[in-house]
């Protein structure tokens, strides 16, 4: 039997009072959040799970913010007060038919919650650093993506593109992992259709990691951007 890590209502509403709503759509409830304005000290009275114990400030600002939001939102939204968070295991443990999914960047935490998918996985990234941009995009992008970019060019710079594509797979990732439970490589996945006036791509696995984990055939994703950032979930409603 697992042990919860419970956070109480004054803490939880603290932190809910900070957050902003986004608008992404009637199927998935969206909270972005600026850790800026959330003290780390605030947190201090808590008792870290196993595999946190360790955690520099910065990660801890990070787990806690993006799961006592997350408890926020399924508070506020979905009328459920029960702990998602284990002191053992390390992802959050969502109680059927709600899902969700927990990303941060630099100084922001998003959470996107539903009980209307069957899948959801969602990311935070900022553009990519010059770094990754000129000696890591092979790591990133295959052929597949490539021919995407050709499309893709009128509408972002490449390092607006190399970031969709690495923040998209991330999403695909989180999205699946609970059936596959094991890493999978960039390059095994890939987007093969892009609508801009959507802001929606369809991505697919490599035949080889379909088969071999029993995947679907192609997986719906969708984008935000904002000045500094992008955000992307994949997911499929029920």
């Known amino acids: 039997m697992n042990h919860y890590l419970y956070f109480n209502s004054r803490l939880i509403q603290h932190v809910f009072k900070q957050a902003e709503k986004l608008n992404l759509g009637k199927d998935w409830i969206c909270y972005q959040l600026d850790l800026n304005h959330i003290d780390l000290e605030l947190f ?10 360790h955690a520099v400030a910065q990660r801890q600002l990070e787990f806690y913010s993006g799961r006592i939001l ?30 969700g999914s927990i990303s941060h960047s630099k100084q922001q935490v998003v959470v996107m919650v539903s009980c209307q998918v069957n899948y959801i996985g969602m990311d935070i990234e900022h553009w990519v650093s010059e770094e990754l941009l000129t000696d890591g995009q092979h790591l990133i992008l295959n052929q597949q993506d490539l021919n995407i970019w050709q499309k893709a060019q009128s509408y972002f710079s490449f390092q607006q593109f190399l970031t969709l594509v690495f923040s998209m797979k991330e999403s695909l990732y989180k999205a699946v992992y609970p059936q596959v439970q094991h890493y999978i490589d960039f390059l095994d996945a890939s987007l093969f259709e892009i609508s801009f006036a959507e802001q929606r791509v369809k991505l ?6 379909q088969k071999k984990y029993q995947l679907l055939d192609e997986y719906d994703g969708y984008w935000q951007v904002a000045p500094n950032h992008i955000m992307t979930w994949v997911s499929q409603l029920k």
């Open 204 to 209: 697919k696995f490599s035949d080889h990691i």
């Open 70 to 99: 997350t408890q926020a939102i399924l508070a506020h939204h979905f009328n459920f007060y029960q702990p998602i968070t284990s002191c053992v295991q390390r992802l959050p443990q969502w109680i059927s038919p709600i899902l």
């Open 44 to 53: 201090k009275s808590l008792k870290p799970p196993q595999y946190m114990q």
